[in-house]
């Protein structure tokens, strides 16, 4: 990124992706639900939120319930409009429900505001520009360049992963963003995230399974859409609590 520019948030980053270079979007429905994710996790990467979540372990592989739930770590201000709204919204729910709040009931409550929303402060950055195609957004390309380039070189091994790199790169994932980024992984790459090990080894377990969940949010609200079956975007309980 330009030393000029603070790199953009998490659902920043995600939606800039999600944007094929002349601007279409492949599914706003889903984007949206990223986007919502993706600002849980930014808050997540920062301690302000913690995403509770339950797994199970066969075959050495770590099985997730995907009906985590969220608590407030952090009130204090963070210099983002947005995730203050958040913490507060967070906060009151916390209070009105008497405990943590399930993610579902976060997304279903979030909607598709944090897609308006991101998309609105992207446009004002000039990140975001107008197409020749009525409705569509172009993405800053240098921008979202270093963002490729960062996201191919984890998954060919050419870089470590941190915690942020994990985030987007499980959100890129989730949504089947790697077809038009050239961001794939390897089988053994699956089974090693699955495993804990390899790339992610070195992350903390919380960090690993809250981008975890968020990420398999996505993939099972794209399979049960492109099957017919969605639901209007939270994906579903995926386990019980």
């Known amino acids: 990124m330009s030393s000029a520019q603070p790199r953009p948030s998490l659902p920043e980053e995600f939606?800039?992706?999600?944007?094929?270079?002349?601007?279409?979007?492949?599914d706003p429905d889903l984007t949206a639900l990223g986007c919502a994710l993706a600002e849980l996790g930014e808050l997540v990467l920062r301690r302000d939120l913690w995403l509770a979540t339950k797994k199970t372990r066969l075959f050495g592989l770590d099985l997730?319930?995907?009906?985590?739930?969220?608590?407030?770590?952090?009130s204090a201000p963070t210099g983002l409009a947005w995730a203050d709204e958040i913490l507060s919204e967070v906060g009151?729910?916390?209070?009105?429900?008497?405990?943590?709040?399930?993610?579902?009931?976060?997304?279903?409550h979030r909607d598709s505001?944090?897609?308006?929303?991101?998309?609105?402060?992207?446009?004002?950055?000039g990140l975001l520009r107008p197409s020749r195609i009525r409705g569509h957004r172009v993405p800053d390309p240098a921008v979202c360049d270093t963002l490729v380039i960062w996201l191919q070189a984890i998954a060919e091994e050419r870089a470590s992963m941190d915690e942020r790199m994990l985030f987007l790169f499980d959100l890129v994932t989730g949504a089947r963003l790697g077809e038009h980024l050239g961001v794939t992984l390897k089988t053994?790459?699956?089974?090693?995230?699955?495993?804990?090990?390899?790339?992610?080894?070195?992350?903390?377990?919380?960090?690993?399974?809250?981008?975890?969940?968020?990420?398999e949010k996505l993939t099972?609200?794209?399979t049960r859409s492109r099957g017919g079956n969605g639901d209007g975007g939270d994906g579903g309980d995926g386990g019980g609590e």
């Open 15 to 26: 939606l800039l992706l999600s944007h094929h270079p002349h601007g279409r979007l492949d």
């Open 64 to 74: 997730y319930s995907l009906s985590g739930r969220i608590h407030l770590q952090s």
């Open 92 to 108: 009151a729910m916390t209070v009105s429900r008497g405990g943590p709040i399930r993610l579902d009931a976060w997304i279903r």
């Open 113 to 125: 505001r944090a897609l308006s929303l991101h998309e609105e402060a992207l446009i004002g950055r």
């Open 188 to 215: 053994r790459q699956r089974f090693d995230r699955a495993r804990g090990i390899g790339a992610v080894a070195g992350l903390s377990e919380d960090m690993r399974d809250a981008s975890t969940v968020l990420s």
């Open 220 to 222: 099972l609200y794209r």
